[in-house]
């Protein structure tokens, strides 16, 4: 293999990488390009790996711009002429340990931005992180055991002072900041104050429709983009937003309210979960749960030890003193609390989703022991008298989990039951009870 000189730009290792010395030196290039795994390509660089290591392979030349020394390389948003790169380093710090100054030196992960040209234009960070719509990227590090925040552009340099916390909202396009040892505000894309710095806590929630939540002397409130106030601060939290209504937390409790600041139910209890698929209202008092519809009607008293409202489509699994029953959507016990344990012949989230459960409304249930199928009705299809139940394909006797043909049009027709009286010989059934020969 013969080799080609090339001449690039590189760091001086001090002893890793260093930005403060950059100086002229010759980086061969080989000629045999079979170990190089190009990643992503943007332009005319890829980001390459090279017996594991990470560099930037210039495709019209052919040649590493940036030696395969590092542990990760990324595009820094999409800019084919920076790049953000991964490495690790010896880092010895001084710490207080029950009242004594100790040196602690351990392997620390470090970011950099570095450019084609080989130079490393920015500080050392602990992270780096960027987003598709921002030109800008929020940087962490470190000093003096506190962790600090502040915003770099394409060039590495800092664009905004040092915050105790920043975080940038990509659907306002906002960034939400803290102040070092200060108060809480929000700034534009343009890094221009929209929200006045004047809040002990601040926080834009992104999955509960970007709500901006904010606290003042240990109280919690609600405000828009124009810093007008939505909800007083005058609440101990605000636990989620739903429509145009607020769960909140007021003298220890948890309320409803509208947007308007009004209770729209008037009932108070130790949490309130959000509404379900049926709009219905979890709820837990006193370590017990139970169920209350939109008006505020108690559908399931507040009696459970657990309410399981996610196991099947519009039905309700409470769970009470270790025995277990079925509710309906409007709150009727449809299978008396008396089983051990119920499980669905369909016990698979993925199938519940694309079948109508009216189809296949059977569940083995285990009563004083012992494992019988009934349906939705509390009939007895199959009776308590098996040690063990499952359904199979009648067809080829494989279960319902591992069966791929099942399907929404399946109905139990295509189904049997195998069974074992004694935990070890089993047999199949049908709905009928009656055995079914091999």
């Known amino acids: 293999m013969t080799n080609k000189k090339i001449s690039l730009i590189s760091i ?14 010759e980086v061969y290039a080989p000629d045999d390009y079979t170990d190089i795994h190009k990643t992503e390509t943007i332009g005319n660089y890829s980001i390459s790996r090279k017996s594991n290591k990470y560099g930037v392979y210039k495709n019209s030349s052919k040649t590493f711009v940036i030696p395969p020394n590092y542990e990760r390389i990324d595009f820094f948003i999409n800019k084919d002429t920076v790049f953000i790169a991964s490495f690790s380093e010896m880092e010895t710090k001084t710490e207080k340990l029950f009242k004594q100054v100790v040196k602690r030196t351990r392997n620390v992960s470090k970011q950099v931005l570095i450019n084609t040209r080989n130079e490393i234009i920015s500080k050392k960070y602990q992270y780096i992180q960027t987003n598709k719509k921002n030109k800008l990227a929020i940087a962490s590090f470190s000093k003096d055991t506190i962790s600090y925040k502040e915003l770099i552009n394409v060039r590495g340099k800092e664009v905004s002072k040092r915050f105790q916390f920043l975080d940038y909202n990509l659907n306002l396009n906002v960034y939400c900041v803290k102040e070092i040892n200060g108060k ?184 004083d022991g012992k494992a019988g199928v009934i349906d939705m009705n509390n009939n007895i299809i199959i009776p308590f008298k098996y040690s063990y139940i499952e359904l199979v394909n009648r067809k080829d006797k494989r279960s319902l989990i591992d069966d791929v043909k099942f399907s929404k049009n399946s109905t139990l027709k295509n189904y049997i039951y195998k069974v074992s009286e004694n935990g070890k010989d089993s047999y199949f059934i049908n709905e009928k009870n009656e055995i079914i020969k091999n």
């Open 184 to 367: 809480a505000g929000i700034l534009n894309s343009e890094l221009e104050i929209i929200i006045p710095f004047e809040y002990d806590f601040l926080e834009i929630r992104h999955n509960d429709n970007n709500t901006i939540v904010v606290r003042n002397n240990n109280k919690y409130g609600v405000i828009d983009l124009d810093n007008n106030i939505l909800i007083p601060l005058s609440y101990e939290g605000i636990r989620s937003q739903f429509e145009d209504n607020y769960i909140v937390k007021l003298n220890k409790k948890q309320v409803i309210i509208n947007g308007q600041n009004k209770i729209v139910i008037d009932s108070f209890f130790d949490r309130i979960y959000n509404p379900d698929l049926n709009g219905n209202f979890a709820l837990k008092d006193n370590g017990k749960y139970g169920l209350m519809n939109s008006i505020g009607n108690l559908l399931i008293p507040v009696e459970n030890n657990k309410i399981y409202f996610e196991k099947i489509p519009n039905y309700y699994v409470a769970k009470k003193d270790k025995l277990f029953g079925i509710y309906n959507k409007k709150g009727e016990l449809i299978i008396p609390i008396l089983y051990n344990h119920l499980i669905l012949v369909v016990n698979d989230s993925k199938l519940l989703k694309t079948i109508d459960y009216n189809l296949i409304n059977r569940i083995i249930a285990l009563k």
């Open 12 to 25: 001086c290792l001090l002893p890793f990488f260093s930005w403060s010395q950059v100086e002229s030196e």
